[in-house]
């Protein structure tokens, strides 16, 4: 299995996964989620609402935290365990948001590592949180 075991982990790691946000990105989040809110999916309705245009649903960037934690690090084997988010911009479709990790608190008893989560788009935050995970272990 890749990925990185625990035990080769250390505070100050990082990695980045990065997508540009595209039309059928929202509609196929809004068919799974069966979020249909029309801020996302009304051009009109959006024009309305304080972000003047459609946005991109929150939980579709935060998903690029999972793709980071779940591809990256640590990777495969991986067990997601809490997430904290805090939404702080809009993304709109066309901008790219890069989701970064970086291991602030690593715990050898339970083998679980804290991780800073931020996501940006053209270098500004759009969601910042905190991860706790369950890496793969070689014990």
Same mark, same amino acid.
């Given at each position: ?18 997508? =540009? @946000?595209?039309? &059928?990105?929202? +509609?196929? !989040? ?8 029309? /801020?996302?999916?009304? #051009? ?33 084997? =991986? @067990?997601?365990? &809490?997430?904290? +988010?805090? !939404? ?8 790219? /948001?890069?989701?970064? #990790? ?38």
């Amino acid at each position: 299995m890749d990925g990185i075991a625990f035990e080769d982990m250390h505070i100050g790691q990082t990695a980045s996964v990065g997508k =540009t @946000i595209t039309e &059928a990105d929202i +509609l196929l !989040f809004a068919a799974v989620s069966l979020d249909t809110n029309p /801020v996302h999916m009304n #051009a009109e309705a959006a024009a309305a609402s304080i972000f003047k245009e459609r946005v991109a649903h929150g939980m579709l960037s935060a998903g690029l935290i999972s793709a980071v934690l779940g591809t990256q690090l640590p990777g495969a084997g =991986t @067990i997601y365990l &809490a997430q904290t +988010l805090q !939404f702080r911009r809009p993304v709109k479709i066309g901008d790219t /948001v890069t989701a970064t #990790a970086e291991v602030t608190a690593l715990d050898p008893d339970k083998k679980r590592a804290t991780l800073k989560t931020v996501c940006t788009v053209a270098g500004k935050v759009v969601i910042e949180g905190e991860a706790t995970v369950m890496p793969r272990s070689r014990a």
